[in-house]
């Protein structure tokens, strides 16, 4: 079963930024996709970043222009930069990833506050 880990989050004031790393267990290459999502108290779960293995990279509008996923398959890790963060933006952040004729895979996560 694959692991992922999180890293990288913490406490920011409003505007400014933070990167988050997710190390796979396994290699990341072949996934079907690898992305993140968060969840914010009392709201559901929402996926907000993801990079198919065609190269392709979805963002929800919240975050279009202001976080980038990225990945370095060398090293199993998957990131999200973040830039500009609002207190909106306060939540858990989780990477998840599928392996093909698998469901997906959701780590720990790393929680992430934006003060006002």
């Known amino acids: 079963q694959v692991q992922l880990m999180e890293s990288g989050g913490g406490l920011v004031q409003a505007g400014g930024s933070l990167k988050l790393s997710c190390v796979s267990s396994?290699?990341?290459?072949?996934?079907?996709?690898m992305g993140w999502g968060r969840q914010a108290p009392g709201k559901a779960r929402e996926v907000v970043a993801i990079?198919?293995?065609?190269?392709?990279?979805t963002y929800a509008e919240s975050v279009k222009g202001r976080f980038t996923i990225s990945r370095d398959n060398a090293k199993n890790t998957v990131y999200l930069e973040m830039n500009s963060l609002k207190p909106e933006d306060t939540a858990v952040y989780y990477c998840?990833?599928?392996?093909?004729?698998?469901?997906?895979?959701w780590g720990q996560g790393t929680q992430v506050t934006v003060s006002s």
């Open positions: 998840t990833g599928q392996e093909p004729g698998r469901g997906a895979y």
């Open positions: 396994t290699s990341i290459f072949n996934m079907n996709f």
């Open positions: 990079f198919r293995s065609d190269g392709t990279t």
